[in-house]
C-alpha cells in the first residue's frame, strides 16, 4: 500500500511569488492534515480535512495561505505571496479516522523563499 | 491547551548504550501521547503512541516509553543504541477531547557514536 506522498520535494522561490504544494493521503483515509516546521522549532498544525471540508484551520497563519482538498482525495496548499518566513518544510498527513488513530505522515516538501 | 517540552536538542551516546529522550507534557484532560522518528530525508514515523490503556507501551525497533502522570512525563528509552538509531525524534500529544490536531515537541537529534 502506498504511503502519504508529497510534491515536489523541494521548491525554491523567490519573495511574491506563488507556490503550490500537494498531498496524496493513503487511499481511503478521510483525514488529512497540513503541518508546518520552521527552521528548529516545533512542528506546528495547520488544519485539517475531514473529506473535502475544512474541520479545522485554526493553525493557518494568514490570509497568504490557501488549502483545499478537491473530492476528498488530494489536497493542495498555495502560498501566495511568499515571503521569507513562510520558507520550512511543509508536511501532509493523513488517518483513517480520528482520536487514537495513527496519523501517516509524507516525508515534507522543503521550500526555500529567497 | 495542551503542549509538549522535549529536553535537549540534541542527545549524544555510544553505540550500545542506554538512549533516554526526555518528554514532558502539559494537558488539561487526559491526552494521547506519540512518539515519531525522521529518518533523513524521509518523513515522520511512528515508533510508539499511548491510550490510556498500558502505561508501559512498547514500539518497533526496541524503544518503549513510559506514561507517568505524577511526573506529566512520557520519556522515550531503548537498553543499547544501534548505529541505525541515528535520527530525529519527535514527541507529540493529542486531546481528542478538545480538538483533533497534535502538538509536537522541538525534536531531540540522536547521535550515535561507535
Known amino acids: 500500500e502506498a504511503g502519504v506522498t508529497q510534491f515536489p520535494s523541494h521548491s525554491v522561490i523567490e519573495k511574491g511569488q506563488t507556490v503550490t504544494l500537494r498531498c496524496d493521503p493513503i487511499s481511503g483515509h478521510d483525514n488529512l492534515y497540513w503541518y508546518r516546521r520552521v527552521m528548529g522549532k516545533e512542528i506546528k498544525f495547520l488544519l485539517h480535512?475531514?473529506?473535502?471540508?475544512?474541520?479545522?484551520e485554526s493553525g493557518m497563519p494568514n490570509n497568504r495561505f490557501l488549502a483545499e482538498r478537491t473530492g476528498g482525495t488530494y489536497s493542495t496548499l498555495k502560498v501566495q505571496p511568499a515571503e521569507l518566513e513562510d520558507s520550512g518544510v511543509y508536511f501532509c498527513?493523513?488517518?483513517?479516522?480520528?482520536?487514537?488513530?495513527?496519523?501517516?505522515f509524507g516525508p515534507g516538501t522543503r521550500l526555500l523563499v529567497l | 491547551a495542551q503542549s509538549v517540552t522535549q529536553l535537549g536538542s540534541h542527545v549524544s551516546v555510544s553505540e550500545g548504550a542506554l538512549v533516554l529522550l526526555r518528554c514532558n507534557y502539559s494537558s488539561s484532560v487526559p491526552p494521547y501521547l506519540f512518539w515519531y522518528v525522521q529518518y533523513p530525508n524521509q518523513g515522520l514515523q511512528l515508533l510508539l503512541k499511548?491510550?490510556?490503556?498500558?502505561?508501559l507501551v512498547k514500539g518497533i525497533n526496541g524503544f518503549e516509553a513510559e506514561f507517568k502522570k505524577s511526573e506529566t512525563s512520557f520519556h522515550l528509552t531503548k537498553p543499547s543504541a544501534h548505529m541505525s538509531d541515528a535520527a530525529e525524534y519527535f514527541c507529540a500529544v493529542k486531546t481528542p477531547a478538545l480538538n483533533n490536531d497534535m502538538r509536537f515537541g522541538a525534536g531531540t537529534r540522536l547521535t550515535v557514536k561507535p
Open positions: 498527513a493523513s488517518s483513517q479516522g480520528l482520536g487514537v488513530e495513527t496519523q501517516y
Open positions: 499511548y491510550t490510556s490503556a498500558a502505561t
Open positions: 480535512f475531514v473529506k473535502e471540508s475544512k474541520q479545522d
